[in-house]
Each structure stands twice: as structure tokens, then as C-alpha cells.
């Protein structure tokens, strides 16, 4: 792990994304001015990174068209220097080229990247009661109890040329089991993925792995072993416990992702009013660490980022 990694912590804030229905939470942003407006109040609150997707702005349904990216990217580029991180995930019912077309449009700093195939089961989500807004959320929150979302290699390769080598985008390689730190370790041997390496640990999505401390502390044995001190890593958790297990990275030197694409809530029973109050909840709790957020600057430079003025809107 990277010695600078205990000083500086790197908050990423994950907006929207394409899991949550807007029938859920009316604070989730769905429209293009309300993803701009939270966005930009979560650079404001101390979010480094901002982690992007996109949604039509009829439905809210999970959108990567890039016209609909259009309609919030140069507003949030604009009104905060927050480092913007294009989803290459899309949606998991998305065909790839569908889902690159935005990074491929707007050569942002960085994108994420899913480091394998996996189930990706949502359909428990619709098992709550509730009054369904659009009449496609139920469907596609069921349907994936037969939902592989496809990352093979050969896809994996593809997005490191097109968008690593070719226009200099950096990664977020999203590694949602064990497995996944191999085939990085694997495109890192192939000259395809290059340090610093900043790895995002993924729980409790149902497919992947759980929400146990153990794992992580496994995770982090096994990166140091393939890695050594080219990479940092990054914890995400799904749903309740997305605060503890973002705690525990920051015990143990990583960063934290925190927003509305991998929780709904603040507290226990109490929605989020906004992706900003969860950035300043967590911010609270590492700061309380000993630990001091890292400017998007500073984030850019640990990260080896292009810079903000590359990016095409």
C-alpha cells in the first residue's frame, strides 16, 4: 500500500448509479439538474472523487447515453473541482459498447471498472411493499434473478486501450470478490493496467462478496502480496453498511466511498436527504481518526491524473 495512504484519505461520492429506483427515496437524483445540484454539494462537503451515472430524465430509468451526461457534466465541471469518474458499468443489463459510450464522449480523469463477470441480484429489493412510480422499476429490479453482469476479459482489455492507453483515463477497479484482484494483478502483468493501482473493495451487492471486517482485512493481506506498494484501495458497502465498513478502511489506511448509488440511508429507519449529508457524516468520522481528507488536487496528484482541463465538455 502507498506510504502517503494514512495521511490524505480520497472520498469518493457515488451520486446516483443505476441500482436504486426513484421510487425508493424522492432525495434520490435522477433528473439532470438535481444530479448537477447534489454533485456539487458533495464537492462541497469534501468529496474528492464524484462518481457518475447518468439517468433519462423522463423515467429516471439508468441512462449512458451521452446527451443525457450533457445535460449535468459542465455544470458539476464548472461549479467544482472535484476529480469526475465516468461509470464504464452503465447499468449491468447494459450491452458494453452501450455502456462506454459516455466515457468515450467526455475522456474524463477517471472510470470505473468492473474486474469480472458476475451475478448481480437485485430482485430482493422488490419484495417491499411499495407505490412504483414508473412501471419499469419492478421489472428490472425481478428480472435479475437471471442477470450475469458481463465483464470477460477481453471486455476488461478493451476499456484499459480505449479509455487507459488511448485517451488517459486512470481506474477505479471495482473488485467485488477475491478473484478480482487477481485478473488486475493479471492486466497489470500484461503492461495494461499501470501503478498506482486504486482499488475499490465492493460489499453486499448479492453476487459478490459480504460485508464482513474479515474479508476486508483479507483483501488487504492479498493486495499487499500482489501489489506491494503501487496501489491504494477503497471500500464501498451496499445499504446499512456502508458506514461501518467505511470506517473500517479508514482504520486501516484506505479511503471511503460513500452517496446515493450504494445507500439510501442516513441512519437506521431516516432516509438521506442528500448525497452531501452522507460526504459530511463520514468526513466527521475519518477526520475524528486522526485522518484529513484529500483536496481533489492532492487526489490528483496520489492518483497520477491527467487534470481536470482534459476533460471534453
Not at 471495482?174 to 498506482?196: K, N, Q, S, T, W
Request: glycine share 8%; proline share 6%.
Amino acid at each position: 500500500m502507498l506510504d502517503d495512504a494514512m495521511s490524505k484519505i480520497i472520498l469518493t461520492c457515488a451520486v446516483t448509479g443505476s441500482i436504486h429506483t426513484p421510487s425508493m427515496s424522492p432525495y434520490l437524483p435522477w433528473k439532470p439538474a438535481d444530479i448537477a445540484e447534489q454533485s456539487v454539494e458533495a464537492a462541497r462537503a469534501g468529496a474528492t472523487i464524484l462518481h457518475l451515472h447518468a439517468r433519462d430524465p423522463g423515467n429516471g430509468r439508468p441512462s449512458a447515453a451521452p446527451e443525457h451526461f450533457a445535460q449535468f457534466l459542465p455544470r458539476i465541471a464548472r461549479e467544482c473541482d472535484a476529480v469526475i469518474n465516468i461509470s464504464t458499468g452503465g447499468s449491468a443489463i447494459m450491452a458494453l459498447e452501450e455502456r462506454l459510450r459516455p466515457a468515450l464522449r467526455f475522456c474524463p480523469e477517471m472510470c470505473s471498472l468492473n474486474m469480472g463477470s458476475m451475478n448481480f441480484a437485485l430482485y430482493p429489493m422488490a419484495e417491499k411493499p411499495r407505490d412504483w412510480l414508473f412501471d419499469w422499476e419492478e421489472p428490472f429490479l425481478r428480472g435479475t434473478d437471471d442477470l450475469v453482469f458481463k465483464n470477460t476479459p477481453r471486455d476488461i482489455a478493451g476499456i484499459l486501450t480505449r479509455l487507459g492507453q488511448e485517451r488517459g483515463a486512470r481506474f477505479e477497479f471495482e473488485c467485488y470478490d477475491v478473484g478480482h484482484l487477481y485478473m488486475l494483478r493479471h492486466f497489470a502483468d500484461r503492461g495494461l493496467a499501470r501503478p498506482p493501482y486504486f482499488i475499490q473493495f465492493v460489499f453486499g451487492v448479492l453476487g459478490g462478496m459480504g460485508p464482513d471486517p474479515e474479508t476486508l482485512d483479507h483483501l488487504i493481506m492479498l493486495a499487499d502480496k500482489l501489489f506491494g506498494a503501487d496501489y491504494l484501495f477503497s471500500v464501498l458497502a451496499a445499504g446499512r453498511h456502508q458506514m461501518p465498513m467505511a470506517a473500517r478502511a479508514a482504520e486501516r489506511g484506505g479511503h471511503v466511498r460513500v452517496g446515493l448509488e450504494d445507500n439510501l440511508m442516513i441512519a437506521r429507519g431516516q432516509l438521506a436527504g442528500s448525497n452531501a449529508e452522507q460526504v459530511r457524516h463520514i468526513r466527521e468520522i475519518v477526520e475524528g481518526m486522526g485522518r484529513d481528507v484529500a483536496t481533489p488536487a492532492e487526489a490528483r496528484a496520489m492518483l497520477g491524473l491527467k487534470g481536470a482541463d482534459k476533460l471534453a465538455v
